[in-house]
């Protein structure tokens, strides 16, 4: 074999035919189709087979695919499904990843137009936001590495050029978010060297928000004690509830102790498109940084985060590195600076760009505002419904598109294993999480696709059975 290409393109230019015609039947049926298959042992082993020494024709793959992934997926282009946080996708966005798949430009850097194209996109994402408009950026897979590049950032503010030498070498830093914070967040002051220990969780209020009185005391116990606070972390939409700090509140304090100011927005700052719930993201415009996804509630296929960084010099010192073989050059192909891969820490980088720039074109802002919208009010509708019942009881604040409901005389253990059995019987995709030690259903409505008739389908099946 001496290329990849075929001799004749014909067959496959037919099969890439059929294979767009079975993916738009399928977006186009996905409502009459289960929300979830558990996978079967026989193609779970499927996948645990020997490494391939001769070639397949691609019709038997995609005969494969057909038959063995295509309906064992997560489930979330689904109007049910409701778990976790997760966007339902778009078509435009699917088609975008055909073509940037196709055009295969590797957008680490050089001089051409996918870096336009992401430049584009983080402004528009800086203006979306409440940012400036000199504000930097870069895509990445998600806003777990959105919010671990902002604590390197946060680190470069802090240490400077010695923190890349040396590492911390000592230095006593701490950080603060509230006890609502994403796992993500703990996890990035781990990679970044500091320690889980480091970040400092400050207890939440009755809202489900930080605290600020506690985070102030905490600050001033830690500075007592010889730390030095360098970031703060608020989160503006938990995982859990759907809260937001108060965000203004926040970015006083980070100010008067010349701290990073970071906001983790990966779903919730998206509210900020829309007039009726911008209010809640008050102050996000302060931040030194965001972390948000474009695959949540922005529906771009997964995967896509983003980072935004008010000081486009800090974001440039915390990941550059001078190197011979990627020299800044005037002009010519190695032209076009600054560079993605001088602003996070991947070098080699897909065309994201692409999925995100169609999807904002194709719908606008003000459609991606509209099923913010619609996704809130769903969730009011929900915790209405969960009220208006007396064997269901609402065990959070309904801030945005969250609902966190208990169900009456159910032990944890029978909760789980009913969300289990509406999960595999293909019907409802809620997840569940654990409040105050009590287990709950946890709708996060995100889809485009979810309807008023999903909801009241929803309740109705979970009264039925209890
Ligand atoms: C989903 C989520 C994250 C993690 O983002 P990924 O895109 O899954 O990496 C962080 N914070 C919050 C609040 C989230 O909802």
């Given amino acids: 074999m001496n290329t990849l290409d075929p001799a004749n393109w014909s067959s496959l230019r037919a ?5 767009l015609d079975d993916m738009v039947d399928h977006l186009a049926s996905i409502r009459e189709q289960p929300v979830w298959r558990p996978m079967p042992e026989a193609v779970r082993q499927g996948f645990v087979a020997p490494l391939p020494l001769r070639g397949t024709d691609v019709e038997a793959l995609y005969a494969r695919f057909t038959a063995d992934i295509q309906p064992y997926v997560t489930g979330n282009l689904h109007p049910r499904f409701m778990g976790w946080v997760h966007g339902g996708g778009n078509p435009v966005s699917m088609l975008a990843e055909l073509l940037a798949g196709a055009m295969n430009a590797n957008c680490g850097g050089r001089n051409h137009v996918g870096i336009a194209v992401e430049r584009q996109v983080i402004a528009w994402a800086a203006e979306m ?10 895509l990445l897979t998600g806003s777990s590495m959105a919010n671990f590049c902002a ?17 911390l070498n000592g230095a006593k830093l701490t950080a603060y978010a509230s006890a609502g914070v994403h796992r993500c967040v703990t996890g990035a002051l781990d990679m970044a060297g500091f320690g889980r220990a480091a970040l400092r969780k400050i207890p939440l209020d009755a809202a489900f928000r930080m605290d600020m009185d506690k985070l102030r005391e905490a600050i001033a116990a830690d500075k007592a004690a010889g730390f030095t606070p360098f970031f703060i972390a608020a989160t503006a939409g938990s995982v859990d509830a759907g809260a937001f700090d108060d965000l203004n509140a926040a970015a006083d304090i980070a100010a008067e102790h010349g701290a990073w100011f970071h906001v983790d927005g990966a779903f919730g700052a998206l509210a900020a ?10 102050g996000l ?3 030194d940084s965001i972390a948000f996804d474009f695959h949540k509630w922005a529906q771009v296929t997964y995967s896509c985060g983003c980072l935004l960084v008010r000081d486009p010099a800090v974001q440039n010192a915390a990941f550059a590195q001078a190197t011979n073989y990627l020299a800044a050059a005037p002009r010519g192909l190695a032209g076009g600076f600054p560079w993605p891969c001088d602003l996070g820490p991947d070098l080699s980088r897909g065309f994201s760009a692409l999925k995100v720039w169609m999807t904002l074109s194709a719908y606008g802002t003000e459609g ?9 009010t769903l969730a009011q509708r929900l915790a209405a419904q969960v009220q208006a019942s007396d064997r269901l009881t609402l065990l959070a604040p309904v801030t945005l598109n969250i609902v966190c409901f208990g169900i009456e005389d159910k032990a944890n253990q029978e909760i789980l294993d009913l969300v289990a059995d509406l999960q595999e019987e293909g019907l409802f995709a809620p997840s569940t999480t654990t409040i105050e030690g009590r287990t709950v259903i946890r709708c996060a409505i995100v889809n485009h696709r979810t309807q008023a008739g ?8 979970i009264l039925r059975r209890i």
């Fill in 129 to 138: 936001l409440g940012m400036p408009a000199e504000t930097s950026g870069v």
């Fill in 454 to 461: 999903d909801i009241d389908a929803l309740v109705a099946e």
């Fill in 285 to 287: 415009g302060r931040a």
């Fill in 151 to 167: 604590v390197l950032c946060a680190k470069q503010k802090a240490l400077g050029e010695a923190g890349h030498e040396s590492g």
């Fill in 273 to 282: 498109l829309s007039p009726a719930w911008r209010h809640l993201t008050s």
């Fill in 15 to 19: 099969l890439g035919h059929k294979m």
């Fill in 368 to 376: 991606l505002a509209s099923l913010v919208e619609n996704s809130c």
